[in-house]
């Protein structure tokens, strides 16, 4: 499909994945176990489908310069900077605006830009197919995860009946977001079968999208099209912009959601806890070090690509070490760690967030 462009998110900070990831230098940005970077990733998986000319990234002032090191070959017109982060409803809508001025007629397909997928071939035989579904029903086709365990800090999407098939694809609606579930209620969704995780990957047509700002999100319709009509009031039309997410803002009121079950071996690589099944065995865990010893421990979580770690007596500990700051914490708490950041930001400590 010519018209079908792609729109990757990059402007988070990953504050869950403190100390290594920073302001300056985003989850996103950085080689990790290995690997190249996970914007880079995200890009290349998507270019047998979609050419980079066609590929646009949304990010922030304080990382840009690590964008666009990581992505040296996005032509400079498709890094779209934001003035300051309003999450992602303003840049999605900003970005169908640039979509739109290239191709009025485009289909948008928006990814985050710091999860893994390991089936890069089915992701984009379903993005492929969500796109022919999308122009055809003028719907929001979201892609789905198949839960793989009750999970708490995912949002969840309880899928309803099948609606019809585009290329080689089944398509079903969506009756309601859940976000966040409590464990018991995330075990009944697995178990069940009739859930799937939210993993923020969508597909609509830029049409689809402008008509969903102006019946959800108005006062942000009305500034997009100023945008659109002068592109240099972009500064001066942020603020106006609806500082809310997608998926709160349109998605969960919008009763025009479709999605579609998908196996890619997907992961957030959300915090370090996640993180740990991407990296190598080590002796009492997993882990990225010059050296591990443990005794008597087990479960543990490393990455001090250049120290030598010992643990003794340790159990379900995460480590993590940097040149200015270590973080030690017990792995149930991971999903604390943003807070933490929050902590640091409002105290002197600033500089090492």
């Excluded at 979609?50 to 964008?67: C, H, K, N, Q």
């Excluded at 409803?89 to 979509?99: N, S």
């Excluded at 479709?258 to 690589?269: A, E, M, Q, R």
Aim: with cysteine; glycine share 8%.
């Amino acid at each position: 499909m010519e018209e079908l462009y792609a729109l990757v998110i990059a402007g988070g900070r990953g504050t869950r994945f403190w100390p290594v990831s920073r302001r300056a230098n985003p989850k996103q940005c950085i080689s990790f176990a290995g690997r190249t970077a996970l914007l880079k990733q995200t890009v290349e998986r998507l270019l047998p489908l979609i050419p980079i000319d066609r590929i646009l990234v949304g990010t922030g002032r304080e990382m840009e310069a690590s964008v666009r090191q990581v992505l040296p070959k996005l032509p400079p017109e498709n890094l779209l900077v934001e003035p300051w982060g309003r999450n992602t409803a303003p840049c999605i809508g900003w970005g169908a605006v640039e979509v739109g001025r290239r191709c009025p007629d485009a289909v948008m397909a928006v990814f985050p830009s710091d999860h893994m997928i390991k089936d890069a071939d089915e992701l984009r035989t379903v993005v492929a197919d969500a796109a022919k579904a999308a122009k055809a029903t003028n719907s929001f086709v979201t892609l789905g995860i198949t839960p793989t365990r009750p999970e708490t800090g995912f949002g969840y999407l309880a899928i309803g009946p099948e609606v019809g098939t585009w290329g080689d694809t089944t398509f079903r609606t969506v009756s309601r977001f859940v976000e966040k579930p409590d464990p018991d209620t995330a075990r009944a969704f697995v178990e069940g079968g009739e859930h799937l995780w939210n993993a923020g990957m969508f597909v609509f047509s830029v049409d689809g999208l402008r008509d969903a700002f102006r019946s959800y999100l108005p006062r942000s319709a009305e500034a997009l099209e100023r945008i659109s009509q002068n592109p240099s009031s972009l500064e001066e039309e942020w603020g106006n912009l609806d500082a809310t997410s997608v998926d709160y803002g349109i998605m969960e009121r919008s009763r025009h959601i479709l999605t579609v079950p998908c196996d890619l071996g997907w992961s957030d690589v959300g915090t370090w806890t996640a993180a740990a099944a991407e990296m190598p065995s080590v002796p009492g865990g997993r882990g990225i070090a010059r050296a591990v010893v443990a005794k008597e421990s087990r479960s543990c979580v490393v990455h001090a690509p250049n120290k030598v770690v010992v643990l003794i007596g340790m159990e379900n500990v995460v480590v993590v070490d940097t040149p200015d700051a270590l973080l030690v914490m017990d792995a149930d708490r991971a999903q604390q760690v943003g807070d933490v950041v929050r902590t640091l930001e409002d105290g002197d400590l600033k500089e090492f967030t």
